[in-house]
């Protein structure tokens, strides 16, 4: 199994800031690998995948980069509606999906 | 674009069968080349790959609850169910029901999730 853990496991960031999770891989998972938000009480939502492209009517302001088994997520002017809890999740082997533990963006 | 809900009941027994349900709306069950997924999120835990069956039926089942899972569609009423036997209270969860494809990997879209409690 592809264990996926992400850093650091609370992030503390005031509104327009920058904030940069990071997930890390135990193994190659090249560029199948995607990002979701999600708030108290709703199901997650799809940001980001193949590491790098936006989903369907995600703000600008999310951002995903690496390969291999260092990614990162960047929500680059922080808004109030982008405190959350966010997931990384790989899809390199079918159906062996797995997610990371999760990082809790909390308002500073 | 599809949209998906789950039902069943919010409590359950120990030992019993969890019953669920997702209805797909806004697309078919039997699109060639979907995926129907459930996920679920226990108390404190990360979220977890339960299974899926595809838009052809086949079947696969994480080999953790491989034993006790069966997943199932009924192309006729566009909804795909969850049967999970023997429960315990360690299926105390958020049960999610998702999509994917076989070209992607990702989920999109969710249902809202639908909470199940495991007690006597």
């Known amino acids: 199994e592809i264990v996926l853990t992400q850093s650091p496991a609370t992030l503390s960031v005031s509104p327009g800031e920058r904030a940069t999770l990071s997930c890390r891989a135990s193994q190659t998972v090249s560029s199948n690998l995607a990002w979701y938000q999600q708030k108290p009480g709703q199901a997650p939502r799809l940001l980001i995948y193949?590491?790098?492209t936006r989903a369907t009517g995600i703000p600008a302001r999310f951002s995903g980069s690496g390969s291999g088994t260092e990614f990162t997520l960047t929500i680059s002017s922080l808004q109030s509606e982008d405190f959350a809890v966010y997931y990384c999740q790989q899809n390199n082997k079918w159906p062996l999906w797995t997610f990371g533990q999760g990082t809790k963006l909390e308002i500073k | 674009q599809v949209q998906l809900q789950e039902s069943g009941p919010g409590l359950v027994k120990p030992s019993q069968t969890l019953s669920l349900t997702c209805t797909v709306s806004?697309?078919?069950?039997?699109?060639?080349?979907?995926?129907w997924v459930w996920i679920r999120q226990r108390p404190g835990k990360g979220l977890e790959c339960l299974g899926y069956?595809?838009?052809?039926?086949?079947?696969y089942y994480h080999p953790s609850l491989e034993s006790r899972l069966s997943i199932s569609v009924d192309t006729s009423k566009n909804q795909f169910s969850l049967k999970l036997r023997s429960v315990t209270a360690a299926d105390t969860a958020i049960y999610y029901c998702?999509?994917?494809?076989?070209?992607?990997?990702?989920?999109?879209?969710w249902g809202q999730g639908t909470p199940v409690i495991v007690s006597s």
């Open positions: 193949g590491a790098s």
């Open positions: 069956i595809s838009y052809s039926g086949s079947t």
């Open positions: 806004g697309g078919s069950s039997s699109t060639d080349g979907h995926y």
């Open positions: 998702s999509l994917t494809t076989i070209t992607t990997g990702w989920f999109d879209p």
